[in-house]
């Protein structure tokens, strides 16, 4: 009976156990739908206008189903984006970026991470952040353009 006992506490101990999933762990994912219903867009409008090679520091407050942007940039093909982006507190988000205004690239997380996206395409690209959660989070770091 004890070890019966022993056997339950240790398969709730680990179904109760709560994971926060880092980029590095995942591939991203590409969507044709940038803004999924019941979401709004907002634009970062401070960001101005930054030289071509630079890296751009972002302290965001990200309210509950946003999806919140940076204004576009241009990008080569073959060039790349890096992000180090860290969400908290760990809350269900997704940080990517969108192509051209019709295709978007992103991974999941809980607490951020890094990632880079190959440029396949030449034209415009923008870095977001999006809340999937019921309530605000904050989202610090920068991105590479």
């Known amino acids: 009976m004890k070890k019966i006992i022993s056997m339950m506490m240790v398969v709730i101990c680990i179904c109760g156990t709560h994971y926060n999933v880092r980029a590095e762990e995942n591939e ?3 969507s044709d739908i940038i803004l999924e219903d019941g979401f709004i867009e907002e ?57 051209n205004g019709d295709v978007k690239m992103y991974y999941d997380t809980t607490t951020g991470g890094r ?21 605000n989070l904050k989202a610090k770091g920068y991105y590479k353009k």
């Open 28 to 30: 991203y994912i590409e």
């Open 115 to 135: 990632k880079t996206f190959t440029i396949k395409k030449a034209g415009t690209y923008s870095v977001f952040v999006q809340n999937m959660m019921g309530s």
């Open 43 to 99: 634009i970062e409008s401070n960001t101005g206008i930054i030289p071509n090679s630079t890296q751009v520091s972002l302290d965001w407050t990200v309210k509950a189903n946003v999806l919140k942007r940076t204004s576009e940039f241009y990008k080569k093909q073959g060039s790349s984006i890096y992000t180090k982006i860290d969400i908290s507190p760990a809350k269900k988000a997704r940080i990517g970026i969108i192509q």
